[in-house]
């Protein structure tokens, strides 16, 4: 077992404890929970993906209806990393504590398909995913997994079966609204928990940063765990900074076996 300053250690038990006694847990993940299985957080500055191109501009929706070859050229290199990519202990760590009971859903801001990966079964996908492809012409939604591999080996982009139309990931991008039956039942996730863990997102992309304030406002408990603070540490039970995938493996320990 890994062994953690006395303050973490503590941070962990007490979490460990609010996970015990909660009826209803609700986790929500942001880039932080991947960056340990490779995959770049393209939102944050000084990222490789960044550096390269501006992805504000070349993964926004205008673009992608305006130059999609532009689009699907700056993704192809994530898409690629997450088609290999592996969940890390953090996400089998939050798989199990779901199997278990603990985790009634996890919320994430990722389009990486790792928390399904590791075995979650209930998982709100609040910036798209992957998994499908929708048409621009006939809205046809298709299995992206025939499509991936040709585009990421060959950059070929993917048409519809059914009119021949370019296809577009069912990611959210850039200007983007977020789907609402989605937005919906994260609200409701939210505001019915009495526990939250933030795991690995900074809380700044809106409207989801907001949520942990609606989880708050009625009472639930807040678990911050980040490499760096969130606007809400102040008002977390517990906030550690530190990396997630060596915080929630020890945490779900000591909540199954400890
Ligand atoms: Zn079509």
Known sequence: MKSFPDSIQAGIEFSSELFRKAKRAVVLTGAGISTPSGIPDFRSEGSGLWSRDEPLEVASLLTFRTHPENSYEWFRPLARQIFEATPNAAHRALAELEKAGYIHSVLTQNIDLLHQKAGT???VELHGTLRTL?????????????YLKPFIEQGRLPHC???GSLLKPDVILFGEQLPQKTWLEAQRESRTCDLMLVAGSSLEVMPVAGLPMQALDRGAHLVIINNSPTYLNVRADVAIQANVSDIIPAIAEQVLYG
């Open 121 to 123: 079964m209930h998982v």
């Open 134 to 146: 929708s048409c621009t012409q006939c809205f046809q939604q298709v299995d992206s997994m025939p």
């Open 161 to 163: 079966p059914h009119c």
